[in-house]
């Protein structure tokens, strides 16, 4: 996020924000306004279609060389394959 913000916003949409908060400060300031934003948003929800996005995640739980050892969440922890490679975790799914 903070390349997008310093290197797309700061300089591609400095004309459509001219007090553009420094990325210092906009981590301080973003705590304060996610409750009004999630308020915002909400009230822009339209009709439900039944059309549904999915997205997931990983979540590893250690290293794949240590996966035969973990204890905590054996039965519940997959090995799994992604884009950077294997893991040892969950998945997590996302729908909106």
């Known amino acids: 996020f903070k390349n997008y913000y310093l290197h797309y916003v700061c300089r591609q949409l400095k004309a459509y924000f001219p007090e553009l908060l420094s990325y210092t400060r906009f981590l301080a300031l973003m705590p304060s306004v996610v409750v009004p934003m999630c308020s915002y948003l909400t009230s822009k929800l339209g009709k ?49």
């Open 48 to 96: 439900p279609t039944g059309i549904q996005f999915i997205d997931s995640t990983k979540i590893e739980v250690c290293h794949i060389i240590r996966a035969k050892r973990n204890k905590v969440f054996e039965g519940v922890a997959h090995h799994g394959k992604g884009t950077m490679g294997w893991s040892y975790g969950f998945k997590l799914h996302l729908i909106i």
